[in-house]
């Protein structure tokens, strides 16, 4: 019975402890808008062009992404680099052993790491990355401190360092600054990070805006059907006193 109350107790504090944990981080708005689909396309394809050497997507095949208005034609030649036919999942050539040796933990599935991490924390930790000599990638993030994963993405944002600011005897990341720009501005580097939080967004669902707009039809019908059945059963009642 101690262990049931200790449990019940961890579960109910789990959301004011992890609520805790991130305060102290701020997170930025990410742009997600699933009808957008050019917005989609694009974030697909930095998707598979950045994030598909490592880190697979098992629960997405090819094929699905004609929901994003791409033809089979377009996803093999564009989209299909780590398989042969768009029916295949997104899978890596790299095996989870490599990928511990190389990086110290294999990297997760994204699937449905949207729905896991939140569209706000995939984009601003996307974003946050800056130079730590300290660290064995050469690494770190405002958001993920002493996060294993390479800036991956470093060639088109640049290098960011931070600005620390003293707060009693600890120091505290400020804000970071650009050092060494990147192949983009940060205005276009913020774009392609929000078309690609925009697509996990999509992947973790795909059928998410259909969901949601079936639920509008039935709550329509179900408010329509009220006003019948209300109407109805005052016929049947009105000679009943």
Not at 45 to 70: K, P
Not at 190 to 203: E, F, I, P, R, T
Not at 207 to 215: M, S
């Amino acid at each position: 019975m101690k262990r049931l109350k200790n449990f019940l107790f961890l579960l109910a504090a789990a959301p004011v402890m992890a609520f805790a944990a991130g305060a102290t981080v701020h997170l930025d708005k990410a742009p997600v808008n699933l009808a957008d689909q050019e917005s989609l396309q694009r974030g697909a394809r930095t998707f598979v062009n950045y994030c598909l050497n490592c880190h697979s997507a098992a629960s997405m095949r090819y094929s699905r992404l004609q929901d994003l208005g791409l033809t089979e034609d377009q996803i093999k030649e564009n989209l299909l680099f780590a398989a042969e036919k768009p029916g295949e999942p997104m899978k890596v050539a790299m095996t989870k052993t490599d990928a511990k040796a190389w990086f110290g933990v294999a990297p997760p599935d994204l699937s449905v790491i949207a729905r896991a991490r939140g569209a706000d924390w995939l984009y601003t930790y996307l974003r946050s990355f800056y130079r730590d000599d300290s660290t064995v990638t050469g690494w770190n993030n405002v958001v993920f401190n002493k996060v294993g994963m390479p800036h991956v993405l470093s060639s088109l944002q640049g290098e960011m360092v931070p600005v620390v600011k003293k707060e009693g005897e600890h120091e505290v990341i400020e804000r970071l600054e650009l050092a060494k720009p990147g192949s983009v501005s940060l205005a276009e580097y913020d774009a392609m990070v929000g078309d690609l939080v925009n697509y996990l967004v999509w992947m973790g669902e795909p059928a998410q805006l259909q969901r949601k707009q079936l639920g509008l039809i039935v709550l329509a019908f179900l408010a329509v059907f009220f006003v019948v059945a209300y109407y109805l059963k005052k016929e049947f009642w009105k000679d009943i006193h």
